[in-house]
């Protein structure tokens, strides 16, 4: 079976609709065909200021998230990082392949720092994605399944992988990026020409998967349309629209294709309450599957300890391969 491996970071009370629909969703499926590694990734979370009760609670509760959307520690190997030291200890070897400037242009940072002030930026934000390199590496995945926002990160990853098994000899697997046709990006209710984010500009931007069901409606109803009254796929000109579109498509698995003729003659609003109505019956069912996984935290700590045995099985081999390949002495 081909691998794959991916993350998400606990820095939210909950995922949201871009979480889902551009990775998770994949994830699921992939559990099925896949030798599948997914992480919850807590060293990442700590990158721009955290507060530790706080991430302590989301990474439980991403755990109970993503069991509640359908991944099945039977099928696949869920874990949290932090668990598996291997993560930061290769991270320290791709830091040193990795150039300045090329770590410089990662557009993630980019954008992150210049909101944070560029002085107050930590170093672990700017070599976030040789951490996220070192993650994907230690499995030897084939395949990433992530969201668009992922891909230059991807990008790096192999080129760090390049770059060693060139320097070294072959050690690391050059992993494909896996990124959905539809819905790689979700976009912001409000000002749908941004991608979906838990730092959007304002909460009516942004659906999370835990939210109460009327506010999700609400939020669904006041999105921003664009003018004109016609309901057309065109993600140039009517963003708005578009991003309704897709949403409907992914949760009532149809092509866009498919809906658009549906709604000739009808109006905005028909479009919105059909999105709710999609929306609302994915996340009800799921939020009450969450909440019992939330209610039984042995159980979570129990898998996660056996998620957590699993990959570093799999992480220690490469790892001491790599350790190898470098030339550390070997203790004795
Ligand atoms: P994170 O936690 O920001 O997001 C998790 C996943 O959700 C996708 N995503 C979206 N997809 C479509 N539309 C959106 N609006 C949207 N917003 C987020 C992301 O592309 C991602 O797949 N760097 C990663 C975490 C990471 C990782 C890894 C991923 C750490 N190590 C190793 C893959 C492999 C991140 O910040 O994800």
């Known amino acids: 079976r081909p691998r794959v491996l991916s993350g998400i970071q606990p820095t939210a009370d909950s995922f949201h609709l871009g979480n889902y629909l ?25 990158t721009a200021g955290h507060d530790p009760k706080m991430l302590r609670a989301r990474t439980r509760n991403g755990v109970a998230q993503l069991l509640g959307l359908g991944l099945d520690p039977e099928r696949c190997t869920l874990f949290v990082q932090s668990h598996v030291p291997e993560h930061a200890q290769l991270a320290w070897i791709m830091n040193c392949l990795t150039g300045m400037g090329e770590a410089s242009r990662m557009t993630q940072f980019k954008d992150k720092s210049s909101k944070q002030g560029a002085e107050r930026a930590t170093v672990g934000l700017f070599t976030y994605p040789i951490l996220q390199a070192a993650d994907i590496l230690l499995y030897q ?8 926002d992922q891909r230059q990160h991807l990008e790096l ?4 992988a390049q770059r060693f098994n060139s320097t070294f000899g072959k050690t690391f697997t050059l992993p494909a ?8 990006k979700i976009t912001d209710l409000q000002e749908p020409t941004a991608k979906m984010s838990k730092s959007a500009s304002t909460p009516n931007g942004l659906i999370e998967l835990m939210e109460d069901p009327k506010r999700i409606a609400k939020k669904i109803r006041s999105a921003v349309t664009d003018t004109g009254r016609d309901i057309v796929f065109d993600q140039e000109n009517k963003p708005g629209v578009a991003n309704l579109l897709t949403i409907l498509a992914a949760f009532t698995d149809r092509s866009v294709e498919e809906i658009v003729p549906g709604y000739e003659g009808k109006g905005y609003g028909d479009l919105k309450k059909d999105v709710a109505d ?20 042995a159980q979570l700590d129990k898998l996660l300890s056996t998620g957590a045995e699993k990959a570093r099985s799999v992480a220690s081999v490469t790892l001491a391969r790599a350790y190898d390949r470098v030339g550390f002495l070997p203790p004795a």
């Open 22 to 46: 551009g990775a998770v969703r994949n994830w699921v499926s992939l559990q099925e065909t896949h030798d599948a590694f997914y992480c919850v990734v807590d060293l990442h979370a700590i």
């Open 141 to 148: 995945a084939d395949a990433v399944p992530v969201g668009e």
């Open 157 to 160: 990853t192999r080129d760090l």
């Open 177 to 184: 990026p896996y990124i959905p046709k539809a819905a790689a």
């Open 278 to 297: 999609a929306v609302i019956a994915f996340a009800e069912p799921m939020q009450q599957r969450v909440k019992l996984f939330q209610d039984d935290p």
